[in-house]
């Protein structure tokens, strides 16, 4: 039923559309150009109307149509809040769609049965006259015969022969609608639930940003940027409902409300949707906070009061993204640094420096081919948003994540000993005499735990010292477990913007390069330890699965230079290694990992500070593609990048905040950094030969 609504709006609008073309096209002064293009438009919109089987204004019947009437499809439409207004992006043909949709009506029709209540308010409903019923059914046989399919769903038929009893069903429908209605308005509504309500919210958040102020104009508002006030009103005016089965909120709309100069609006505006899901996959969720949308008021405070020819030249009015707003212009500071600093000094003079933030970044709009050619592409634009776009955090989550990612390091440590077959001897002799003092164990594993953690605490460490110099704030990091090394690294979350990509750069370099320093320190002295041991002494050590070392070159290669070539040769087994040896090959491996370019990994920041959004959105998944395939036709034995994958899919895969300024380029120093750390990284996480 909902799908069917749907369909009668788009219908109206597109007839509405159609009439406005036609005015235009019978008035004088157009050009012959302008002729074309409009006749060019009313094409398409009659073959979207008509359905694939029109031929020369004919339908496949042969008779005549005639467009029908923008009143006779208005109709009161009701929007479920958590249907999703996104398309498939699928063309079909009109004819099996509307059968498709008969079908499903019917069998609904046949499975639904009428309510007490309903029946009562059924025999309050006076027949149709014979009058009216003539009149209507010639206008139902000179519509579309797409709508009339449509109309003919919408009232319970499989066809349109019975065109009596379609009207008849219509003329109950619309005066069950109306003694619904008054039985509410007598009626003192029941309040909502908080759950029903916020389902309201969602789905009008859904919804196009059009048709969002649509509802809002309904309710007396002057637009839909603030969907909690709409949300507010609809359900004060007794507009906002649980539907029948309890589950789902939804709101009415009254779509014969909406006049011609809408309809462009409107139309317009849809052009826009999917910009704006592209946008969405540009920018975080975090940007799009329902209750921080800035207002169309605050909007022009900050065009008028903060900017000027002399800071940020606009070269265009301030355009509706979601969450926020766009700012086309030309920059007149020295650079982006620069210019945050003099709009920051200039909006803290007005009285909105509460209410909106702003960022420096690339347009996140799609370029179209023309932008290409004429070097146009990501242009540098304003964002503004919502004051505040940290990530939402559920402390006890982190927590209980981190609790458990400890607990996976502490069980790896001690795992490690359960390789040896004389510790594990040793264990089952103690445990059948009975002994008490199983402390040796905690002595063998403890240093593994330890220098891991370490390893990790050195890596936020430096996360920290750049965050305290440029001054912006990260939420406490969420350590994260791995079945195969106990450690697959941390999440620590940016709360405020990063002043500027070198900053962003910085950040998300220091906590893995330290790490990888660090951890080879480990791995090297392990080694070292290892390889001037007695024999008694090394019998007493921990060990790892040659297949686990083999999976990184670099490690494996370590362990061949310093124990012996060849120790590593394939084959099962494994190998005794000192604590610090085994804690660096962790280390190693989680630090490794953490520089993939995937998500808002420290990897996704330093792509993203690199290549900008758009390409860091593209590496990331052509990353996650590679590592899965290399999964699935073994190449990655130990399975260590699989489930990365899965872990970084869970709570990594969204792109990060905005910095204040995304527009000025890394220096050449920082780029051959970048160049350097991808190097190592890719030695680390390469197999053994």
Known sequence: KAKLEALKLETSLTIEKISKLEKLLESNGLKDDE???????????????????KANGKDANGSASAPLPAAAVATTTTLPATESS???????????????????RGLEAEKESQSASDLELERKIPPISDEELQQRSEAFRKTPKVLQQMTAAAAGFKDTTDVAGIIRQMHKDEQMEILKKEQKEKKTAEPMTDEARQQALDGYMNLPLPIQDMIARTAGLKDGRNATDVIAKLEKEGRLFPN????????????????????????????????????EGMLPRETRKVELVPTEDDINIFFSEVLSNRNFNPT?????????????????????DELVKTLDKALAATNISDKVQFYYIKDPNPSTEEEFQNYQNDLPILYITGPDISPETKFLTKAFISFIGIVFVASFSVGTLSFNEVLVDRLDAEVQAGAGDLSWIQE?????????????????????????????????????????????????????SPPNLKSLFDFS???????????????????ELTAFMGPEAQSQLPSLPLQLLRSSALAGGMVEWLLGDGILAPGG???????????????????AIALLPIGNTDGGRISQSLFGRKWAGVLSGLSLLILVLSGVFGLDDSNILLSYVLIVTIWQRNPEIPCRNEVDDLDYG????????????????????
């Open 35 to 53: 002729g074309k293009d409009i006749r060019s438009q009313l094409a398409v919109l009659k073959t979207k109307l008509d359905g694939p089987k």
């Open 86 to 104: 996104k398309s498939d992006g699928k063309s079909s043909n009109a004819d099996e769609d509307i059968s498709s949709l008969i079908e499903a």
């Open 244 to 279: 029948e089965n309890g589950m789902q909120a939804g709101f009415e709309v009254t779509t014969d409300i909406v006049d011609s100069n809408e309809i462009d609006v409107i139309f317009k505006d849809m052009e826009r949707m999917e910009k704006d899901k592209y946008i």
């Open 316 to 336: 265009g009015k301030p355009e509706n993204v979601p969450g926020g707003f766009l700012i086309r212009g030309e920059n007149k500071m020295k650079d982006g």
């Open 444 to 496: 063998i594993a403890a240093p593994i735990f330890f220098a891991s953690c370490v390893t990790q605490l050195v890596h936020e460490a430096s996360h920290q010292a750049v965050a305290l110099k440029d001054k912006f704030k990260t939420g406490l990091p969420t350590i994260l477990p791995s079945l195969q090394t106990g450690l697959s690294g941390a999440i620590t979350p940016l709360k405020t």
């Open 509 to 527: 370099m220091a906590g893995p390069l330290s790490g990888l320093i660090i951890s080879l320190f480990f791995m090297y002295s392990g080694l």
């Open 573 to 591: 087994g494994t190998i005794l290694l000192h604590p610090f040896a085994i804690a660096g090959f962790v280390g190693l491996i989680s630090n």
């Open 670 to 689: 920082r780029v051959a950094v970048a160049i350097a750390g991808a190097m190592l990284a890719s030695l680390v996480l390469l197999p053994l030969p």
